[in-house]
Nanobody
Framework: VQLQASGGGLVPAGGSLRLSCAAS?????MAWFRQAPGKEREFVAR????????YSVDSMKGRFSISRDNAKNTVYLQMNGLKPEDTAVYYC??????????????????WGQGTQVTVSS
């Protein structure tokens, strides 16, 4: 599996970005993780093969939205109302497991190269 993430950049607080991750091959369950400087990697959102979406914490719900274009085998992360604490490298992950848990993504997933998101205050 090859994953190509894109869409990161520098935005002011309150701004928006849409991250994209294109996967080669067949359909996968996909997720976004992020890692801020000096912090552990954390789960952001996942979209399983059936289209079920789960977000990590309430603070992201309503601001972040995960979706996919099956024809393009691409998953998106729309991020609105960005805050400086959202600054991180965002990684997409893919797995063939139908409804993977976060640990399963971390253990069995294929990881993309990451895209930097920087939110200025």
């Amino acid at each position: 599996v090859q994953l190509q993430a894109s869409g990161g950049g520098l935005v002011p607080a309150g701004g928006s970005l849409r991250l994209s991750c294109a996967a080669s091959g067949r359909s996968y369950s996909m997720a976004w993780f992020r890692q801020a400087p000096g912090k552990e990697r954390e789960f952001v959102a996942r979209l399983d093969k059936s289209g079920g979406a789960i977000y990590s914490v309430d603070s992201m719900k309503g601001r972040f939205s995960i979706s996919r274009d099956n024809a393009k085998n691409t998953v998106y992360l729309q991020m609105n109302g960005l805050k400086p604490e959202d600054t991180a490298v965002y990684y997409c992950v893919a797995t063939s497991i139908a409804r993977p848990t976060v640990p399963q993504f971390e253990r069995f997933g294929f990881w993309g190269q990451g895209t930097q998101v920087t939110v200025s205050s």
